[in-house]
Antibody
Framework: EVLLVESGGGLVQPGGSLRLSCAAS????????MYWVRQAPGKGLEWIAY????????FYADSVRGRFTISKDNAKNSQYLQMNSLTDEDTAVYYC???????????WGQGTLVTVSS | DIVMTQSPDSLAVSLGERATINCKSS????????????LAWYQQKPGQPPKLLIY???TRESGVPDRFSGSGSGTDFTLTISSLQAEDVAVYYC?????????FGQGTKLEIK
């Protein structure tokens, strides 16, 4: 069974940094493309980043490019999202997800809440 | 970037009736070399992560009731629930995975009339 468990969310001040983790089980992360999707309170889904399984190439939404960095540790079967220069617009539940046999998102974690506030 | 626009933003349907949600992409998501539409539909209930319903625009995910169906091609897509059940109350999202920068529609909130 595929399981994704996010951690690392919490309260951070504007301009601060936070690192989210996603522990994966039930599949081999090294060959899988991994995603981060976020959802601001009462708002819709926003895809923000992914790291491709085949070559570890990374892709970012315009809203986070240059501030966020996605990475993974195959040995730990985990992926990460380093978030810098946070603003209140980054307040959201952050979901870890992975795909089926292509880039649709078959498996999702329960999410971790990030609150940016002074 | 491909912009996904759903309509309507909210919808109220009676139990047992048909519900139809539309999704339009700002450019085609049909890949001509394999004739596949890179379009998925998700259902999200309050307090839960999204759940994959449909991929390749019309392929139902395993375990999804057959009252859910997807159709369309190119830039115009539809999610249909043939006979609305109480447990179908949720927000529904379309997503394109055609371009390297994926994008979701804004969501459609489905309620019982």
């Amino acid at each position: 069974e595929v399981l994704l468990v996010e951690s690392g969310g919490g309260l951070v001040q504007p301009g601060g940094s936070l690192r989210l983790s996603c522990a994966a089980s039930g599949f081999t992360l090294s060959s899988s493309t991994m995603y981060w999707v976020r959802q601001a309170p009462g708002k819709g889904l926003e895809w923000i980043a992914y790291i491709r399984g085949s070559d570890s190439r990374t892709f970012y939404a315009d809203s986070v490019r240059g501030r966020f960095t996605i990475s993974k540790d195959n040995a730990k079967n985990s992926q990460y999202l380093q978030m810098n220069s946070l603003t209140d617009e980054d307040t959201a539940v952050y979901y870890c997800a992975t795909e089926g046999d292509w880039s649709y998102l078959r498996y999702w974690g329960q999410g971790t809440l990030v609150t940016v506030s002074s | 970037d491909i912009v996904m626009t759903q309509s309507p933003d909210s919808l109220a349907v009676s139990l047992g009736e048909r519900a139809t949600i539309n999704c339009k992409s700002s450019q085609t998501v049909l890949y001509s070399s394999n004739n596949k539409n890179f379009l998925a539909w998700y259902q999200q209930k309050p307090g839960q992560p999204p759940k994959l319903l449909i991929y390749w625009a019309s392929t139902r995910e395993s375990g999804v009731p057959d009252r859910f169906s997807g159709s369309g091609s190119g830039t115009d897509f539809t999610l249909t629930i043939s006979s609305l059940q109480a447990e179908d109350v949720a927000v529904y999202y379309c997503q394109q995975y055609y371009s390297t920068l994926h994008s979701f529609g804004q969501g459609t909130k489905l309620e019982i009339k």
